[in-house]
């Protein structure tokens, strides 16, 4: 087996396990994969154009890249890549990138502004080429520096979920690599020499919150090699008798926690100790 091969079964098992899981895709959806020029989306594209091949029920995809108005930018290697496979493709322009620059300083962070921006515009071409779901790239370690921004900077304990509703009710947005490594993600892209465009906005701000968490993240692997795996089973293994959350306690009708809830199982096979799992 050769090593896009090896990559490509194991990312394409976790993808699948994350649309069984989570009900991603259904008989006869039409998915927007928003591609960004990024290694994420270039994998999520390729992976699922192959479970597409694979799958018992029919789909569709269109690819879909938002030209955004950067300094620079040219998408020419990106629309050639999707022409050479074969993508269904649209390429839509909209200058974003002045409507950031122009309401936020200099030094702030533009992810947040740029990313509903791009989002709404994403969002009515979906509506316009008829599509049931938007597929976004967002992987595992996405998921829990997520995490862990909530938890240090917002109170919130919160990552971000594999299928929700938009706020407007209109969309259905997807994240079939919730359970993908980012490592792996960058080996098969690399291997795969996809055309990646830089972005130009908020990846020349070097002091990014998110980065250091990404640090942080390696930093902690010297302690626990496995803590990556640790924490991505714990988003699926919550004990809500065990937060602080009163409105929680009362949805789910908790009286009060028990103690045996806090036993802690024997270590399992990979040496990770898990705690059980509340019905």
């Known amino acids: 087996m050769t090593p896009v091969e090896r990559l490509e079964r194991e990312l394409s098992?976790?993808?699948?396990?994350?649309?069984?899981?989570?009900?991603?895709?259904?008989?006869?959806?039409?998915?927007?994969?928003?591609?960004?020029?990024?290694?994420?989306?270039?994998?999520?594209?390729?992976?699922?154009?192959?479970?597409?091949?694979?799958?018992?029920?029919?789909?569709?995809?269109?690819?879909?890249?938002?030209?955004?108005?950067?300094?620079?930018?040219?998408?020419?290697?990106?629309?050639?890549?999707?022409?050479?496979?074969?993508?269904?493709?649209?390429?839509?322009?909209?200058?974003?990138?002045?409507?950031?620059?122009?309401?936020?300083?200099a030094g702030s962070t533009y992810c947040s502004l740029c990313s509903r921006l791009r989002r709404g515009v994403l969002y009515n071409a979906a509506q316009a080429l008829g599509c049931t779901k938007l597929a976004l790239g967002h992987h595992r370690d996405d998921a829990l520096e997520t995490l862990l921004l909530n938890l240090m900077f917002t109170g919130s304990l919160k990552a971000m979920p594999p299928k929700l509703l938009s706020d407007d009710g209109r969309n259905v947005v997807i994240r079939p690599l919730i359970y993908c490594a980012e490592a792996r993600i960058a080996e098969l892209a690399e291997l795969l020499r996809f055309p990646i465009?830089?972005?130009?906005?908020?990846?020349?701000?070097?002091?990014?919150?998110?980065?250091?968490?990404?640090?942080?993240l390696v930093d902690m692997e010297q302690l626990a090699p496995r803590v990556r795996e640790s924490m991505l089973g714990a988003l699926g293994n919550v004990k809500p008798s065990h937060l602080l959350d009163t409105e929680l306690w009362e949805k789910l009708a908790l009286p009060v926690a028990r103690e045996s809830d806090e036993a802690l199982r024997a270590p399992q096979a990979d040496g990770v100790r898990r705690l059980p799992i509340v019905d």
């Open 13 to 105: 098992r976790d993808l699948g396990r994350a649309i069984a899981d989570f009900g991603l895709i259904s008989e006869g959806d039409r998915i927007m994969v928003c591609l960004s020029g990024g290694k994420d989306s270039y994998t999520m594209l390729h992976l699922l154009e192959r479970a597409r091949r694979r799958a018992p029920v029919r789909f569709e995809l269109v690819a879909v890249h938002l030209d955004q108005g950067h300094p620079g930018y040219d998408g020419s290697p990106l629309e050639g890549w999707l022409s050479e496979h074969g993508y269904e493709h649209r390429i839509l322009r909209e200058d974003t990138y002045s409507i950031v620059t122009d309401k936020l300083d």
């Open 197 to 216: 465009l830089p972005c130009d906005l908020c990846g020349s701000q070097e002091h990014l919150m998110r980065k250091q968490v990404k640090r942080l």
